[in-house]
């Protein structure tokens, strides 16, 4: 069964102080590798997809990477606005797509 | 324009009662998806349709009974609810399966069993 494990559950950071978040991953055949920003009260807002090993994808401050075994989503010079609960899934083959999220993890960035 | 809009957002009952949570997507998608997250914040899925068909039932109970009158619709009816029904209920669509296709989350619905 696929299994997604993100660390740490929380992280708080200064304004500007850039940082990681981990996604671990054990899937029969990875088709994607997703993350997902959720706000208190909100969905999922999607992010990234990732497909293969070496691949990275940026957008504004966040870039996603991604090895055969797991993903970092790097965060460069946060905002307050960058707090939220970010959420990493993964998609494998035979899954009939659909996504196994891990726990998330609770940013705080404070001013 | 909400492109996966879900109703009601809040909804409050008591345990026995039967209740609807409706879902319209207006992406234009095939694929729709029921995912619940509980009270510890995670998101599993439930139901899949693509084109109106049941693709994944995910070992919910069967007072769980999704509907999806067309490809823009799919609802979720729960009968008989119970406390441990109690979560955060998410509509999703895709395009179709398949890699590169993005799935696309609604707003949620609280449902809270009294």
């Known amino acids: 069964e696929d299994q997604v494990t993100q660390s740490p559950e929380a992280l708080r950071l200064q304004e500007g102080e850039s940082s990681s978040l981990n996604c671990s991953y054990t899937v029969s055949g990875l088709r994607g590798l997703f993350w997902y920003r959720q706000d208190p009260g909100k969905g999922p807002e999607f992010l990234f997809t990732l497909y293969s090993a070496g691949e990275e994808k940026e957008k504004e401050r966040l870039k996603a990477t991604l090895t055969k075994k797991e993903s970092f989503l790097h965060i460069t010079a946060p905002k307050p606005e960058d707090s939220a609960t970010y959420l990493c899934?993964?998609?494998?083959?035979?899954?009939?797509?659909?996504?196994?999220f891990g726990k998330g993890t609770l940013l705080t960035v404070n001013p | 324009d909400t492109a996966v809009s879900q109703t009601p957002k809040y909804l409050v009952t008591q345990m026995g009662n039967d209740k609807s949570i409706k879902c319209e997507q207006n992406l234009g998608h095939d694929t729709m998806y029921w995912y619940k997250q509980d009270s510890k914040k995670f998101l599993k899925i439930m139901f899949s349709?693509?084109?109106?068909?049941?693709?994944i039932n995910e070992t919910v109970p069967n007072r769980f009974s999704p509907k999806s009158p067309d490809k823009a619709h799919l609802n979720l009816h729960i009968n008989s609810l119970e406390l441990g029904d109690s979560a955060v209920y998410f509509c999703a669509s895709s395009q179709r399966t398949g890699p590169g296709n993005t799935i696309y989350f609604g707003e949620g619905s609280w449902l809270t069993v009294v």
């Open positions: 899934a993964v998609i494998s083959g035979g899954s009939n797509y659909k996504l196994t």
């Open positions: 349709y693509n084109n109106k068909e049941l693709i």
